[in-house]
Protein backbone atom coordinates (compact mmCIF):
# COMPACT_ATOMS: atom_id res chain seq x y z
CA UNK A 1 0.00 0.00 0.00
CA UNK A 2 3.05 2.34 0.84
CA UNK A 3 4.58 1.63 -2.44
CA UNK A 4 1.42 2.76 -4.59
CA UNK A 5 0.59 5.56 -2.49
CA UNK A 6 4.50 7.03 -3.23
CA UNK A 7 4.10 6.03 -6.66
CA UNK A 8 0.87 8.02 -6.87
CA UNK A 9 1.94 10.97 -5.12
CA UNK A 10 5.42 10.65 -7.13
CA UNK A 11 3.54 11.39 -10.36
CA UNK A 12 1.84 14.33 -9.18
CA UNK A 13 4.53 15.78 -8.48
CA UNK A 14 6.38 14.96 -11.57
CA UNK A 15 3.84 16.75 -13.26
CA UNK A 16 3.91 19.32 -11.48
CA UNK A 17 8.01 19.48 -11.87
CA UNK A 18 7.68 19.37 -15.53
CA UNK A 19 5.09 22.18 -15.75
CA UNK A 20 7.56 24.91 -13.72
CA UNK A 21 10.34 23.27 -16.25
CA UNK A 22 8.21 24.16 -19.63
CA UNK A 23 6.62 27.40 -18.13
CA UNK A 24 9.85 28.99 -17.66
CA UNK A 25 10.71 27.93 -21.24
CA UNK A 26 7.84 29.34 -22.60
CA UNK A 27 8.41 32.89 -20.89
CA UNK A 28 11.91 32.83 -22.57
CA UNK A 29 11.00 31.22 -25.82
CA UNK A 30 8.02 33.45 -26.22
CA UNK A 31 10.00 37.03 -26.51
CA UNK A 32 12.91 35.15 -28.01
CA UNK A 33 10.86 34.39 -31.09
CA UNK A 34 7.97 37.23 -30.69
CA UNK A 35 10.82 40.34 -30.63
CA UNK A 36 13.89 39.20 -31.30
CA UNK A 37 15.89 38.72 -34.86
CA UNK A 38 17.93 34.88 -34.05
CA UNK A 39 19.53 33.02 -36.26
CA UNK A 40 17.20 31.29 -38.20
CA UNK A 41 17.57 27.63 -37.38
CA UNK A 42 17.34 29.18 -33.60
CA UNK A 43 14.27 30.68 -33.97
CA UNK A 44 12.45 27.72 -35.75
CA UNK A 45 13.44 25.16 -32.74
CA UNK A 46 12.01 27.82 -30.40
CA UNK A 47 8.86 28.44 -32.31
CA UNK A 48 8.43 24.52 -32.70
CA UNK A 49 9.47 23.74 -29.49
CA UNK A 50 6.82 26.54 -27.80
CA UNK A 51 3.62 24.73 -28.36
CA UNK A 52 4.43 21.47 -26.75
CA UNK A 53 6.28 23.23 -24.24
CA UNK A 54 2.88 25.51 -23.27
CA UNK A 55 0.82 21.82 -23.13
CA UNK A 56 3.34 20.94 -20.24
CA UNK A 57 3.27 24.10 -19.16
CA UNK A 58 -0.58 24.17 -18.40
CA UNK A 59 -0.47 20.39 -17.66
CA UNK A 60 1.05 21.15 -14.37
CA UNK A 61 -0.40 23.92 -13.78
CA UNK A 62 -3.47 22.11 -13.73
CA UNK A 63 -2.00 19.37 -11.87
CA UNK A 64 -1.29 21.87 -8.89
CA UNK A 65 -4.40 23.69 -9.24
CA UNK A 66 -6.36 20.30 -9.18
CA UNK A 67 -4.64 19.09 -5.60
CA UNK A 68 -6.88 21.45 -3.89
CA UNK A 69 -9.81 19.94 -5.98
CA UNK A 70 -10.44 19.19 -9.62
CA UNK A 71 -12.07 21.85 -11.50
CA UNK A 72 -13.81 22.53 -14.84
CA UNK A 73 -11.96 25.68 -15.36
CA UNK A 74 -8.55 24.32 -14.96
CA UNK A 75 -9.78 21.32 -17.71
CA UNK A 76 -10.93 23.96 -20.12
CA UNK A 77 -7.46 25.82 -19.48
CA UNK A 78 -5.44 22.96 -20.45
CA UNK A 79 -6.99 22.14 -23.45
CA UNK A 80 -7.40 25.69 -24.71
CA UNK A 81 -3.73 26.42 -24.02
CA UNK A 82 -2.43 23.44 -25.84
CA UNK A 83 -4.43 24.34 -28.71
CA UNK A 84 -2.80 27.91 -28.23
CA UNK A 85 0.14 26.76 -28.61
CA UNK A 86 -0.27 23.96 -31.51
CA UNK A 87 -1.41 27.79 -33.52
CA UNK A 88 1.40 29.97 -32.40
CA UNK A 89 4.11 27.12 -33.82
CA UNK A 90 2.12 27.32 -37.02
CA UNK A 91 1.82 30.46 -37.47
CA UNK A 92 5.81 31.08 -36.10
CA UNK A 93 6.58 28.06 -38.52
CA UNK A 94 4.34 29.62 -41.63
CA UNK A 95 6.13 33.05 -41.43
CA UNK A 96 9.58 31.78 -40.92
CA UNK A 97 9.15 30.21 -44.17
CA UNK A 98 7.58 32.12 -46.03
CA UNK A 99 10.14 35.10 -44.75
CA UNK A 100 13.25 32.56 -45.86
CA UNK A 101 11.62 31.82 -49.20
CA UNK A 102 11.09 35.21 -50.39
CA UNK A 103 14.63 36.49 -49.54
CA UNK A 104 14.01 40.06 -48.36
CA UNK A 105 10.65 40.34 -51.11
CA UNK A 106 8.02 42.19 -50.27
CA UNK A 107 5.06 39.64 -49.15
CA UNK A 108 1.44 40.13 -50.03
CA UNK A 109 -1.01 41.43 -48.40
CA UNK A 110 -2.66 38.08 -48.92
CA UNK A 111 0.09 36.01 -47.83
CA UNK A 112 0.72 38.11 -44.74
CA UNK A 113 -3.17 37.56 -43.77
CA UNK A 114 -2.72 34.03 -43.40
CA UNK A 115 -0.30 34.77 -40.65
CA UNK A 116 -1.85 37.23 -39.11
CA UNK A 117 -5.36 35.01 -39.05
CA UNK A 118 -3.44 32.45 -37.49
CA UNK A 119 -2.39 34.54 -34.74
CA UNK A 120 -5.76 36.18 -34.42
CA UNK A 121 -6.57 32.35 -33.47
CA UNK A 122 -3.49 31.80 -31.14
CA UNK A 123 -4.87 34.90 -29.14
CA UNK A 124 -8.22 33.91 -28.89
CA UNK A 125 -7.40 30.39 -27.26
CA UNK A 126 -4.56 31.48 -25.17
CA UNK A 127 -6.77 34.54 -24.04
CA UNK A 128 -9.65 32.04 -23.00
CA UNK A 129 -7.48 29.52 -21.46
CA UNK A 130 -5.86 32.35 -19.38
CA UNK A 131 -9.76 33.23 -18.43
CA UNK A 132 -9.78 29.89 -17.18
CA UNK A 133 -7.14 29.16 -15.38
CA UNK A 134 -7.85 32.60 -13.48
CA UNK A 135 -11.56 31.32 -12.83
CA UNK A 136 -9.63 28.20 -11.15
CA UNK A 137 -7.34 30.47 -9.30
CA UNK A 138 -9.84 32.49 -7.84
CA UNK A 139 -9.88 30.31 -4.25
CA UNK A 140 -7.01 28.75 -4.39
CA UNK A 141 -4.85 28.81 -1.28
CA UNK A 142 -1.72 29.18 -3.47
CA UNK A 143 -2.97 31.68 -5.68
CA UNK A 144 -6.32 33.71 -4.75
CA UNK A 145 -8.14 36.81 -5.94
CA UNK A 146 -4.85 38.46 -6.73
CA UNK A 147 -3.57 36.32 -9.69
CA UNK A 148 -7.22 35.80 -10.51
CA UNK A 149 -8.42 39.08 -11.18
CA UNK A 150 -5.10 39.91 -12.92
CA UNK A 151 -5.53 36.95 -14.78
CA UNK A 152 -8.48 38.09 -16.05
CA UNK A 153 -8.27 41.56 -16.67
CA UNK A 154 -4.91 40.93 -18.93
CA UNK A 155 -6.62 38.34 -21.02
CA UNK A 156 -9.78 40.30 -21.56
CA UNK A 157 -7.29 43.09 -22.67
CA UNK A 158 -5.85 40.83 -24.96
CA UNK A 159 -9.09 39.34 -26.73
CA UNK A 160 -10.66 42.86 -26.73
CA UNK A 161 -7.86 44.89 -28.33
CA UNK A 162 -6.85 41.71 -30.62
CA UNK A 163 -10.13 41.91 -31.87
CA UNK A 164 -11.01 45.43 -32.33
CA UNK A 165 -8.10 46.01 -34.07
CA UNK A 166 -8.39 42.62 -36.51
CA UNK A 167 -6.58 41.95 -38.57
CA UNK A 168 -3.75 43.98 -37.62
CA UNK A 169 -2.07 43.35 -34.04
CA UNK A 170 -2.56 46.36 -31.46
CA UNK A 171 1.11 47.64 -31.32
CA UNK A 172 0.44 48.31 -35.60
CA UNK A 173 -3.02 50.10 -34.95
CA UNK A 174 -1.07 52.50 -32.55
CA UNK A 175 -2.30 50.74 -29.07
CA UNK A 176 -0.73 48.86 -26.40
CA UNK A 177 0.33 45.03 -27.25
CA UNK A 178 -0.94 43.25 -24.26
CA UNK A 179 1.47 40.03 -25.53
CA UNK A 180 4.23 41.32 -22.76
CA UNK A 181 1.58 41.68 -19.88
CA UNK A 182 0.21 38.02 -20.50
CA UNK A 183 3.90 36.35 -20.32
CA UNK A 184 4.95 38.53 -17.54
CA UNK A 185 1.67 36.92 -15.73
CA UNK A 186 2.16 33.43 -16.76
CA UNK A 187 6.34 33.75 -15.30
CA UNK A 188 4.93 34.94 -11.96
CA UNK A 189 2.67 32.02 -12.36
CA UNK A 190 5.27 29.69 -12.94
CA UNK A 191 7.28 31.44 -10.12
CA UNK A 192 4.79 30.78 -7.84
CA UNK A 193 4.57 27.00 -8.98
CA UNK A 194 7.90 26.63 -7.96
CA UNK A 195 7.52 27.91 -4.68
CA UNK A 196 4.35 25.77 -3.89
CA UNK A 197 6.39 22.75 -4.53
CA UNK A 198 6.21 21.99 -0.65
CA UNK A 199 2.63 23.08 -0.46
CA UNK A 200 1.98 20.52 -3.26
CA UNK A 201 4.43 17.48 -1.57
CA UNK A 202 1.79 17.53 1.39
CA UNK A 203 -1.15 17.79 -0.34
CA UNK A 204 -0.30 15.51 -2.97
CA UNK A 205 -0.10 12.79 -0.05
CA UNK A 206 -2.82 13.89 1.41
CA UNK A 207 -5.14 13.51 -1.43
CA UNK A 208 -3.40 10.05 -2.61
CA UNK A 209 -4.24 8.90 1.29
CA UNK A 210 -7.90 10.09 1.26
CA UNK A 211 -8.19 8.26 -2.26
CA UNK A 212 -7.14 4.94 -1.04
CA UNK A 213 -8.92 5.08 2.54
CA UNK A 214 -12.12 5.51 0.52
Known sequence: MSGSTDSAVTAKLNAVHLGIVAGFFTCLAYPLVAFLRLPLLATTALAACFGPALAVASFGLKGLLDLERPMVSSTLGLLLNALGGVLFTAMALVQLAIGSLVSGEKVSA?????????????????????????????????????????????????????????????????????????????????????????????????????????
Open 110 to 214: PITGIWLGIGKAWDAYVGLGTICFALAMLRHPRFGRVFAFSGLAIAVGLLVLNFYTFPAPPADAGLVDPGPAIGLWYLVVTIEMWRSLSWAKRRASATVAEFLLS
